[in-house]
């Protein structure tokens, strides 16, 4: 429970400081590596992708450098949930205790 309200506040945080989600291209990969992989953070979010795409409707912050902590935050919230599944994973499988 800790986890899932510390991934939603990641992003709702992003959201507030009007941050952008990254562009899904299905062209993937090969267009532009570092979208992609931004892409990637920001769908992990899981559930939190849909709110944060739903407040998304302002647009970016471009007069201030706070949109862009803002995009660095809904990322960083798909990055954790990732971990979360990976320890989960490695829990479930015995690995790990």
């Known amino acids: 429970m800790v986890l899932f309200v510390g991934v939603g506040t990641l992003a709702v945080i992003g959201a507030k400081l ?3 989600l990254f562009p899904v291209h299905l ?3 090969r267009s532009d590596p570092l979208t992609f992989l931004g892409a990637l953070g920001d769908v992990g979010s899981g559930v939190f992708y849909w709110v944060v795409r ?3 409707k302002a647009g970016p912050d471009v007069s201030k450098a706070i949109g862009d902590y803002g995009t660095r ?4 919230a798909g990055v954790a949930n990732y971990l979360c599944v990976a320890d989960a994973l490695e829990i479930a499988l015995g690995r790990k205790e």
Do not use: D, P
Request: net charge neutral; no cysteine.
């Open 73 to 76: 935050f809904i990322a960083a």
């Open 54 to 56: 739903s407040m998304e």
């Open 18 to 20: 009007r941050g952008v």
């Open 27 to 29: 062209t993937g990969f």
